[in-house]
């Protein structure tokens, strides 16, 4: 896919991963269109990057399609890049009672139900494109975590919620293939972002130590230098990648 001019819409684009690679695809000559609910953060990023900004709760069918009209506004959408999300930790059984059921669906209604109803919505419209040399109207990128596999503990809400994201990477990508659409998923590990500095910074410290290597943090960067490969190489399909330096997250 040549990203060049073209347009891509990403989730969560205010912050973290979603800024990075935002940044990331502009100097690479993309378009992009930041979705994000922290208002005034995405307007100053995207006013920063002479980018467009949504608000865009992912959870809501007429967010996500005013998203996707305003992807499709500046242009020909070649991409949606995943990144919202949430990571509240809960214990199943914790000092104030059971996990709360509201909040175990919170959690997969964020990231997994917005992940899918931004992806159908997207697709839908990338389904129009014409396409490219390669064969390709868009690619849909989304945000797993490595809390798919790793069993931590008070992230069950979680784990669920990306497991998801991981089974329905393949399904997606085998439905949309009559399309030209390919679909991918980033399995991120331990990263540098404001969903990891609410920790305490004993607690982030040990956690870049126990990367095998590169013994740090992930940062933006490892993350949108990935998404970049993803858009480029269009062997590329079905897959969920860990990018995790090899870490295990136990407990
Ligand atoms: P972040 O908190 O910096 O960014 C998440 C963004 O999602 C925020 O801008 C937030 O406003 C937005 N968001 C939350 N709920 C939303 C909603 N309903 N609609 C639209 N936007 C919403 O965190 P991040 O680290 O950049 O996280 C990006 C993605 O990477 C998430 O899916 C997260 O689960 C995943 N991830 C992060 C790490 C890590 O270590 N940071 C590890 C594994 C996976």
């Not at 005034?40 to 005013?66: F, P």
């Not at 849909?140 to 931590?152: E, M």
């Amino acid at each position: 896919m040549d990203i060049r001019n073209q347009v891509i819409l990403i989730t969560g684009g205010a912050s973290g991963l979603g800024a990075g690679t935002a940044r990331a695809l502009v100097a690479q000559g993309a378009r992009v269109v930041l979705a994000d609910v922290q208002d005034e953060a995405g307007k100053a990023l995207a006013a920063e990057l002479g980018q467009s900004y949504v608000h865009c709760d992912v959870t809501s069918e007429t967010d996500a399609q005013a998203a996707v009209d305003a992807a499709t506004a500046q242009g020909t959408l070649r991409g949606l890049v995943n990144c919202a999300g949430i990571a509240p930790a809960s214990r199943i059984v914790g000092k104030n009672g059971p996990h709360e059921l509201s909040l175990f669906r919170r959690v997969i209604d964020i990231n997994l139900t917005g992940s899918f109803n931004m992806a159908r919505l997207a697709a839908q419209a990338m389904s129009t494109n014409e396409p490219q040399a390669t064969g390709e109207r868009g690619v849909l990128v989304n945000t797993a975590s490595v809390a798919a596999y790793d069993g931590q503990i008070g992230q069950s809400a979680y784990a669920a919620s990306k497991a998801g994201i991981v089974g329905m990477t393949l399904a997606i990508a085998r439905d949309l293939s009559r399309l030209g659409i390919r679909c991918m998923t980033i399995a991120p590990g331990i990263f540098g972002t404001p969903m990891l500095f609410g920790m305490p910074q004993e607690v982030q410290d040990s956690l870049a130590a126990s990367v095998p290597f590169p013994s740090r943090l992930g940062r933006p960067e490892d993350y949108a230098r990935l998404v970049l490969s993803i858009f480029e190489n269009d062997m590329l399909n079905g897959e969920t990648i860990r990018l995790d330096g090899a870490i295990r997250m136990a407990p």
